[in-house]
């Protein structure tokens, strides 16, 4: 058909490019391998309880622009519960340290916080000065310059105190970026702190629903409605095409479609031996690594906190870094009065121990903020391990990351490990989708414009930012 689009991958950037496209007068066919679309963003239902759960614990930033340009397409916006005032708990030996955003002009509305820690001296403070000024004059040329770098060397260089290395960086490294410092592009960990350091309102939301449950029912009707289709339980097995352009798609099923335009919407690790090797060899799709979650989801007798969410600060011994509370933000009542789910991040270090053993642990790090939670009854229990939650920033990351273009005609990429200018997220993913979209309907002379940048900033750091794009390059141009 003359206008159709094959999108491989029903995660949340193949949706959105499917909606996208829908919307600007495509029929598109989404192709998902899995059971059920959603990707890394999927809910399950728990057989024994009957409580929808999610792979792992998500939040959405004040940042999350394109996925909210998603949600309110699909009608789902208002399902998110945002915590404006409170920025984070952190949790160190013990002691909750709440973290808000100050009235201050950005990048000082954070600072109050830090000469409440009673761990970090006013040295160490005074010591990030020359990062920060650094990272507001920063954009994505400077993001690539730094991307062959550690983060820890770099901070180091730049004459950050050991004490806040530790305190600070390792911690936001862990929870944000996924990998611990030492291994962290500079130029990966340096944009986030623009981001959270640009604006005075930065700041986390919940979803009130089973994360799936924002976009995966609303994005199928959508689809369907506009004479597409979701198909689950097949895989696209190979794209074929010539220099001139795509020429069909073959399927795990046996079928074959010609089409014209195709949009992948997969990690990389999906994407190996499914393109043809004059396109493959555009990528190195095999030196993208992984970052494993275990998340850990527990139900109790009783709840034992207002929280909703906090964060441990960094140790060598952590398991754990991030819990959630979803009995204080679900909209509908679960059958317990306590779900508690967390996350332990780049979780090799805990790929040997047993669920048992896992879940001992975890109790343990909830009842150093929940003191209470050792008297409560655990009523069950359930161990997800997930073999990425993202694609590991490594230093040489950036640099890697492809647009969503590729040298063939009618050929697109989509997904959050894109070139986006964000971290890998479900924003990153929308932005994404977004993207390919736009190029997709500019290839057929269309105008479509879809993707949002980030927002502008605010206070001190609006006086000091310089240009933010870097010059972007494609295979075709
Ligand atoms: C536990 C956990 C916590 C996270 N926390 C956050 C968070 O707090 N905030 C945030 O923004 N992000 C978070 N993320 C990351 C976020 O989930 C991902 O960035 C996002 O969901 C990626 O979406 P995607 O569509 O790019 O990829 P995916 O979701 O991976 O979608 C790709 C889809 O393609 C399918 N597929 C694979 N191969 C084929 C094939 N050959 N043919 C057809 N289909 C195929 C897969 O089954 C999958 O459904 C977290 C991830 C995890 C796992």
Redesign the pocket.
């Known amino acids: 058909m003359r206008n159709e689009v094959i999108i491989?991958?029903?995660?949340?950037?193949?949706l959105a490019a499917a909606v996208a496209l829908t919307d600007a007068g495509y029929r598109v066919r989404v192709?998902?391998?899995?059971r059920m679309?959603?990707?890394?963003?999927l809910s399950l239902h728990d057989e024994t309880r009957g409580d929808a759960v999610d792979?792992?614990?998500?939040?959405?930033t004040s940042e999350?622009r394109n996925m909210l340009a998603l949600l309110g397409r699909l009608g789902t916006a208002r399902e998110i519960d945002w915590q404006p005032q409170r920025f984070i708990t952190l949790v160190d030996d013990g002691e909750a340290i709440p973290m808000k955003n100050h009235a201050l002009p950005a990048p000082l509305h954070f600072l109050p916080n830090f000469l409440r820690v009673r761990k970090l001296a006013a040295s160490d403070i005074l010591s990030a000065r020359r990062t920060l000024y650094r990272v507001m004059r920063m954009n994505e040329a400077d993001v690539l310059a730094m991307d062959d770098r550690d983060a820890e060397s770099v901070l180091r260089g730049l004459g950050v105190s050991e004490n806040f290395i530790d305190w600070f960086w390792r911690t936001v490294c862990m929870a944000i970026m996924n990998v611990p410092l030492e291994e962290c592009s500079a130029g990966s960990l340096m944009r986030f702190l623009w981001m959270m350091s640009a604006r005075g309102d930065f700041h986390f939301g919940f979803p009130r629903i089973p994360l799936g449950e924002l976009f995966v029912p609303m994005a199928t009707k959508l689809i369907e409605r506009g004479g597409g289709s979701v198909v689950t339980g097949v895989?696209?097995?190979a794209v074929q095409c010539s220099g001139r352009g795509v020429q069909s798609v073959a399927l795990s099923d046996g079928q074959t479609i010609e089409t014209r335009r195709c949009v992948l919407?997969?990690?990389p690790q999906?994407l190996q031996g499914?393109l043809p090797a004059f396109v493959e060899q555009d990528y190195q799709l095999d030196r993208f690594r992984t970052s494993p979650?275990i998340?850990t989801w527990l139900w109790f007798d009783r709840r034992f906190t207002e929280e909703k969410f906090w964060a441990r600060i960094w140790s060598p011994d952590n398991l754990n870094y991030d819990f959630y509370e979803f009995a204080n933000f679900r909209r509908e009542p679960l059958s317990t009065p306590s779900l508690i789910g967390s996350?332990i991040i780049y979780s090799d270090r805990a790929a040997q121990l047993d669920d048992e053993a896992i879940i001992a642990r975890t109790r343990e790090e909830l009842a150093e903020f929940a003191p209470a939670s050792r008297a409560a009854r655990l009523v069950h229990a359930r161990v997800h391990r997930?073999s990425m939650?993202?694609c590991a920033p490594h230093p040489g990351f950036e640099a890697r990351r492809p647009e969503v273009r590729t040298r063939v005609p009618g050929l697109y990429l989509?997904?959050?490990w894109l070139r986006t200018e964000l971290p890998?997220?479900?924003?990153?993913?929308v932005r994404?989708a977004y993207l390919a979209v736009e190029a997709l309907a500019a290839d057929d002379a269309l105008t479509v414009r879809a993707a949002l940048p980030r927002r502008e900033p605010h206070g001190i750091s609006a006086l000091l930012a310089r240009e933010k794009a870097a010059p972007r390059s494609s295979p075709r141009s």
């Open positions: 491989a991958g029903g995660g949340i950037a193949g192709v998902e391998a899995g679309p959603g990707g890394r963003a792979i792992g614990p998500h939040v959405l999350h895989a696209v097995r919407a997969l990690p999906a499914l979650y998340s996350n997930i939650a993202i989509a997904g959050d890998s997220s479900m924003e990153s993913a994404s």
